[in-house]
């Protein structure tokens, strides 16, 4: 992020209130460590409860936009595709609205624009598994879908445009 300066820094990884971490608990963003890195980006976090603490305190110290999870992310998945997750539809409606969300920030919608593009996604996956009371399980998903959407938070909006 110092050599590049990108505009819009994208996080897919796990987290804590304070961390932001890569998929092998390896800490990127700490809160009062390396935070400094997050000035005039706009962040999306996709790491649990990242948004909490670390989020807030990025604002306060410059961060133009920080979206993320004030909670835990929770992804399901189908057992039967462990091998294949690109074959996945249960976890493809959970990332789905991540992916939404970030594709439309980097086309310049607004940081809330993109967050309720998300939400929308999220609703549109909940009433899918909602309408399906065959699918063993899915008063679950629909369940884990609704926690996702409401714990997702935009910490200052702003255009990346």
Same mark, same amino acid.
């Given at each position: =992020?110092?050599?590049?300066?990108?505009?819009?820094?994208?996080?897919?990884?796990?987290?804590?209130?304070?961390?932001?971490?890569?998929?092998?608990?390896e800490?990127?963003?700490?809160?009062?460590?390396?935070?400094?890195?997050?000035?005039?980006?706009?962040?999306?976090?996709?790491?649990c +409860?990242?948004?909490?603490?670390?989020?807030?305190?990025?604002?306060?110290k410059?961060?133009?936009? &920080?979206?993320?999870?004030?909670?835990? &992310?929770?992804?399901?998945?189908?057992?039967?595709?462990?091998?294949?997750?690109?074959?996945?539809?249960?976890?493809?409606? &959970?990332?789905?609205?991540?992916?939404?969300?970030?594709? +439309?920030?980097?086309?310049?919608?607004?940081?809330?624009?993109?967050?309720?593009?998300?939400?929308?996604? &999220?609703?549109?996956?909940?009433?899918?598994?909602?309408?399906?009371?065959? =699918?063993?399980?899915?008063?679950?998903?629909?369940?884990?879908?609704?926690?996702? =959407?409401?714990?997702?938070?935009?910490?200052?909006?702003?255009?990346?445009?």
């Amino acid at each position: =992020m110092k050599k590049q300066n990108p505009k819009v820094v994208l996080f897919n990884g796990h987290g804590s209130p304070t961390e932001i971490c890569d998929f092998k608990d390896e800490i990127l963003i700490q809160n009062n460590n390396n935070d400094f890195l997050l000035k005039e980006k706009i962040v999306y976090a996709l790491s649990c +409860s990242s948004a909490a603490v670390l989020g807030k305190s990025s604002i306060e110290k410059g961060a133009d936009s &920080f979206i993320g999870y004030k909670r835990s &992310f929770i992804l399901c998945t189908d057992r039967n595709r462990e091998a294949t997750p690109l074959k996945d539809n249960i976890a493809y409606s &959970f990332l789905e609205p991540s992916n939404k969300l970030s594709i +439309s920030i980097l086309k310049g919608n607004t940081t809330k624009e993109a967050s309720h593009k998300s939400k929308e996604e &999220f609703k549109k996956e909940i009433s899918k598994y909602a309408s399906t009371k065959a =699918m063993l399980g899915a008063d679950r998903i629909v369940a884990a879908l609704l926690w996702d =959407m409401t714990n997702q938070v935009v910490w200052r909006w702003v255009n990346y445009r």
